[in-house]
T-cell receptor, first 112, second 112 residues
Framework: EDQVTQSPEALRLQEGESSSLNCSYT??????LFWYRQDPGKGPEFLFT???AGEEKEKERLKATLTKKESFLHITAPKPEDSATYLC?????????????FGQGTILTVHP | NAGVTQTPKFRVLKTGQSMTLLCAQD?????MYWYRQDPGMGLRLIHY???????AKGEVPDGYNVSRLKKQNFLLGLESAAPSQTSVYFC???????????FGEGSWLTVV
């Protein structure tokens, strides 16, 4: 069974204090690891897809990396507007309908 | 850029009542999904569709029915609502099984 575990559950940072969010996964044949951002009262917003170990992607202050067992979302010099819940999800090989298995998310709060 | 649109956004139902959530996407996507999001449980797949006229069960299908009569629409029905169906429901779509899944803004359902 595919599993995704995110840590920490919640993270409080001061503005400018860089940190990382972790996503550990077990999946039979990874066909993509996805990062989403979710603001309160909104739907998940797509950030990145990573497909193979060693791959990295960046967007503004966010950088996602992937190993064979986990992914990290690095946040450099965060701002209050980066506060949100960050969701990690995996797509397994062998599924014919593209199902995503989600972790429970990390709630990030950035204080000014 | 409408993307994925859900209606209604909020609804309160009495136990035993029925209702339908409507999802519409304007991206010409083949695949559509209904997820529910509950505290501590993450996003879980209820039903999905791989094309017009097709539907299939996801992880938590009991108590729900779906229909995909038109490619752009995916309806989620509750025939006899139960308090356990109090949740936030998200519709999503993707071009195919290998592409990014895009989410709607969510529908908040309370069953009393």
């Amino acid at each position: 069974e595919d599993q995704v575990t995110q840590s920490p559950e919640a993270l409080r940072l001061q503005e400018g204090e860089s940190s990382s969010l972790n996503c550990s996964y077990t999946v039979s044949g990874l066909r993509g690891l996805f990062w989403y951002r979710q603001d309160p009262g909104k739907g998940p917003e797509f950030l990145f897809t990573l497909y193979s170990a060693g791959e990295e992607k960046e967007k503004e202050r966010l950088k996602a990396t992937l190993t064979k067992k986990e992914s990290f979302l690095h946040i450099t010099a965060p701002k209050p507007e980066d506060s949100a819940t960050y969701l990690c999800a995996v797509r397994a090989g062998g599924t014919s309908y593209g199902k995503l298995t989600f972790g429970q998310g990390t709630i990030l709060t950035v204080h000014p | 850029n409408a993307g994925v649109t859900q209606t209604p956004k909020f609804r309160v139902l009495k136990t035993g009542q029925s209702m339908t959530l409507l999802c519409a996407q304007d991206m010409n996507h083949e695949y559509m999904y209904w997820y529910r999001q509950d505290p501590g449980m993450g996003l879980r797949l209820i039903h999905y569709s791989v094309g017009e006229g097709t539907t299939a069960k996801g992880e938590v299908p009991d108590g729900y029915n779906v229909s995909r009569l038109k490619k752009q629409n995916f309806l989620l029905g509750l025939e006899s609502a139960a308090p356990s169906q109090t949740s936030v429901y998200f519709c999503a779509s993707s071009l195919d099984a290998g592409n990014t899944i895009y989410f709607g803004e969510g529908s908040w359902l309370t069953v009393v």
